[in-house]
Every structure is written in structure tokens, then in C-alpha cells.
């Protein structure tokens, strides 16, 4: 093939019928699709990114030509196809460019590509004698006729660009399909060999389903290292995992902490309030295989220290704030001058992403400085959250909590009720 006839296949100019346009637009949404999912993985390079970027506007490049030289077909201007970018208006173009044949014979832009490629012919080409005996009167030779409608002036550009077009098809579903495959930890199996009791018991204790095998947890910590950028004390460590069911769909989410470094001295910072730095990456369960869904660097913060304590599966608290939401509330305490207080940080889920909701107070005690000799002066109470049964409804529904035991003045506490304020929950009145 001469260089004239392949760099035509990257010039706007000339017509392309049918065929050759809808292949283009096959291929292409194929290949958009997967791109979607590599330029939306986490987990996916600085550089593969890159790759893929300039891929897609390659393809977008050819995906222009053809729907220009596809307009030419139809005798009209390569302007032609900015009536794609007009809502309302765009059904216009994609019904003429997909469904009507282009100008039968020359036209203002090139030779009609249905006769050049051999596909037709104009009737006139070829006249067919009313009986086989006038074929030796009107000098008609049958095998000639597949010479006269099928001339190969530019034959060789169709059955590139179609070749072409079915190359750009095959890739793309291929990348489709792998992208279906590449995420992020393992795919929906059995739990199997002589750990399938423990990791059994391990998947309901956190809500995973026995037959489903969590997200790698190598990979997802690996993930967020990559977008961090970070090294040194800064390396992120899995806080804890949890799966859970919301509105029909299974997630699964990985919570890892980072220290807070003093940029300066490049130390962990050493104070109380200097807790970790939490971040989250979401995966939903997709066909049989986990996807990811968010990552979120950082969202929150957690403990002191630099460290937030690991807690128990057991010690967790799930609970379903509305068909859109969920919330894990995770089991904190403090304590001062004998004194110690108990609570929940409730972290919520919401669509793609979680969210910090503040602390909901649900005890306290004085074991430490109680005077066993004055039992008077001893006091320990707990509490049990839920969702209030009325009130304020929504994605961030009313929060209560139910007491139990004695309080500083000796009398059993009165149930608390907390209420969403736009950023958090505070207490309206109670405890």
C-alpha cells in the first residue's frame, strides 16, 4: 500500500458508506468503555494512564474522520456532524448518517463508495438481455458482468479502512472483556482447602457472604501507597475491612491508616490529638468480581498518637440509616482523673463515598477512682444506638441512644437523641 493511500485513511476527505461507519462506532464505544475502566481504577499507573489517555484520543480522531467522510456520503458538509453536540437536535444526524444511503454516484466530495468498492452498481452499467438466446445478438458475455460492477479504482482504500475498522473491533472487545476481569483482589469462588472453616467464619462475622472472597488486601493498601506517593513513616497499614449489603448491592470497603509526619523534622508527630490519617477504598461486587468504586485519600482521622487502635469485627456496630445509607459505628473511649468516658465514632456510606459523622456519646464510669468503701460515689451506664422510630427522615435520620445503669447522680440516664446538622450529629437534648 503507497503512502498517498494510507495517510487518505487519516484525512477527512472523501466518502465512506454505511458499513465501514457503524464498525467505526462499534469499535469505539467498545473501546471508550473500556478505557472508562482503566482511567477510573485507583490501582492503575501514572503511566498506563497516560497510554490510555492518548489512545482514546487517537481513537476519537478516527472516530471524527469517519463520521465526516460519512456525512460526505450524504452529500453534506463535515459541519455536518456538530448537530451530534445539540441535544434534541443530534437525533437527526444519527439517524441519517446510520440509516440512509449515501448519494448514488459522484457527488461534490468523491466517487460513490458503494460502486468503487464493488458493493452496486448503477443499472445502466450492465443491461440484462430479456433471454439467453439474444446473448449472442447483443454481444453480452455473463462473465463480464462481475467486471463491470465491481471496478477497483480505490478498491484497495475500502478494504483497508474495513480491515482496519474490524481490527479497532476486535481490540476493543478484548479490552472490554479484560477490564471485566482486571480488579483490584480475587473473584467470586468457593472457599476452599483446609482454611475454608476459619475463612468461612471470618466472612460472617463481617458480613461477607461464606462463598465470596474479599478484595486483596496487599492490593488495595498497594493502591493507595501509589496514589499517596509516600514512603518512609508515611506507609499506609490496613485499619480494618468490612462488607456490607446496601439497597441490593454487595461492597466491600478497606480502611487503611497513615501517621501524620511532621514535615519538618520528617518524625511522626507525638500528641494526643495527632491521630492517623484514614483513608478508604470501596469496592462493589460486579457480576461475580469486586470492582472499585472510590478511593478516598484521606477522608478522616482516628486515634492519637499517630495510631488508631484496630478494632474487633465483633466490636462494630452496622447500621442501616435508610435505603440510600449505611453507617459503621466504631467503639472509642477516653478518660481523665479516674473518670472514662465511652462512645461511637460513626463513620456513614452514602452512593460512592463515606463520611465522618461525629461522635455519638454512649457511656462512662468511674471505676478507677471509685471508693469501694463509698458506693455512692460509683456510677457506670451504657448505651444502645438506633435509629429513632420518628422524627426527621431522610439519608441522615434521627439517632437514639438507650441507657442503661447509673449515672454521676446515681438515677438511670434518659435516652439521647442525636440530629444530623448538615456537617455531623450533635445531641438535642438527653445525656
Not at 462481475?146 to 474495513?162: A, E, K, W, Y
Not at 435508610?322 to 465511652?342: E, F, M, N, R, Y
Request: proline share 6%; with cysteine.
Amino acid at each position: 500500500m503507497n503512502q498517498n493511500k494510507l495517510l487518505s485513511w487519516l484525512s477527512w476527505n472523501g466518502r465512506i458508506n454505511r458499513g465501514p461507519y457503524l464498525l467505526m462506532n462499534c469499535a469505539a464505544g467498545l473501546f471508550y468503555k473500556a478505557a472508562e475502566r482503566v482511567l477510573n481504577d485507583a490501582s492503575v499507573s501514572t503511566f498506563e494512564g497516560a497510554l490510555w489517555s492518548m489512545a482514546t484520543v487517537a481513537i476519537s480522531y478516527l472516530a471524527i474522520v469517519v463520521a465526516i467522510k460519512r456525512a460526505h456520503d450524504r452529500n453534506r458538509s463535515g459541519f455536518f456532524i456538530l448537530l451530534f453536540l445539540v441535544p434534541g437536535i443530534n437525533l437527526w444526524p444519527i439517524v441519517e448518517l446510520t440509516f440512509f444511503r449515501g448519494t448514488s454516484g459522484p457527488n461534490r466530495f468523491g466517487n460513490d463508495p458503494l460502486n468503487e468498492a464493488g458493493l452496486a452498481a448503477p443499472l445502466s452499467y450492465v443491461s440484462v438481455p430479456p433471454d439467453v438466446s439474444s446473448h449472442e445478438h447483443s454481444g453480452f458475455r455473463p462473465e463480464t458482468a462481475s467486471r463491470l460492477q465491481f471496478p477497483s479504482s480505490d478498491r484497495g482504500f475500502m478494504v483497508g479502512l474495513f480491515v482496519g475498522a474490524l481490527t479497532i473491533f476486535l481490540v476493543g472487545s478484548a479490552m472490554f472483556y479484560w477490564m471485566n476481569w482486571r480488579v483490584p483482589g480475587a473473584p467470586l469462588s468457593k472457599v476452599e482447602g483446609s482454611a475454608a472453616t476459619a475463612a468461612s467464619s471470618e466472612a460472617q462475622s463481617s458480613g461477607v457472604p461464606p462463598r465470596v472472597i474479599p478484595p486483596d488486601l496487599d492490593a488495595a493498601v498497594d493502591s493507595i501507597r501509589r496514589i499517596r506517593k509516600v514512603d518512609g513513616k508515611e506507609v499506609p497499614k490496613v485499619w480494618f475491612q468490612y462488607s456490607f449489603n446496601m439497597d441490593g448491592a454487595d461492597y466491600h470497603v478497606v480502611f487503611t491508616q497513615v501517621p501524620q509526619v511532621d514535615p519538618k523534622t520528617g518524625e511522626i508527630k507525638d500528641c494526643h490529638a495527632c491521630g492517623a490519617m484514614i483513608d478508604a477504598i470501596t469496592y462493589r461486587l460486579v457480576s461475580g468480581r469486586w470492582e472499585t468504586l472510590s478511593t478516598q485519600i484521606p477522608f478522616t482521622q482516628a486515634g492519637e498518637y499517630g495510631e488508631a487502635g484496630t478494632p474487633s469485627i465483633g466490636s462494630l456496630q452496622y447500621l442501616r440509616l435508610s435505603d440510600k445509607s449505611v453507617a459503621l459505628l466504631i467503639p472509642t473511649g477516653w478518660g481523665q482523673a479516674g473518670s472514662v468516658g465511652t462512645g461511637r465514632h460513626i463513620i456513614s456510606f452514602s452512593s460512592t463515598q463515606w463520611r465522618d459523622l461525629g461522635l455519638l456519646e454512649t457511656g462512662g464510669s468511674n471505676g478507677e477512682g471509685c471508693d469501694i468503701g463509698d458506693r455512692e460515689r460509683c456510677y457506670e451506664y451504657d448505651g444502645e444506638v438506633s435509629v429513632a422510630p420518628e422524627g426527621k427522615a431522610g439519608t441522615y435520620p434521627d439517632l437514639i441512644v438507650v441507657f442503661s445503669g447509673t449515672d454521676e447522680s446515681g438515677k438511670s440516664p434518659s435516652s439521647a437523641r442525636y440530629r444530623f446538622d448538615g456537617k455531623e450529629y450533635t445531641q438535642v437534648y438527653g445525656k
